[in-house]
């Protein structure tokens, strides 16, 4: 996972951006399942499985609980920091 320190020009402070890509690319890869079979069981759509293993797009948390139930793992584990 990737954490980027950015300020949000919006809300006036400094946010952290969370990146997941690797962790989610991992996981799916581990389960056997494809892009297309992940999103179908989690209920998204391919590219949004697509954009956030890419870390083009921040996730929400409510799509993070999804994935990882899709995958049967505790969502913590793909937000989980690298050492």
Known sequence: ?????????VVGKIQEVVKIGAQLREAREQALLTQEELAARAGVQP????????????????????????L???PQALTRRES
Do not use: Q
Request: proline residues 3%; contains cysteine.
């Open 1 to 9: 996972m990737i954490i980027l320190t950015c300020y949000n020009w």
């Open 72 to 74: 049967d793992m505790d």
């Open 47 to 70: 590219f949004t499985i697509s954009r956030i293993e890419t870390d083009k797009v921040e996730p929400r948390f409510s799509t993070i609980r999804k994935l990882a139930k899709a």
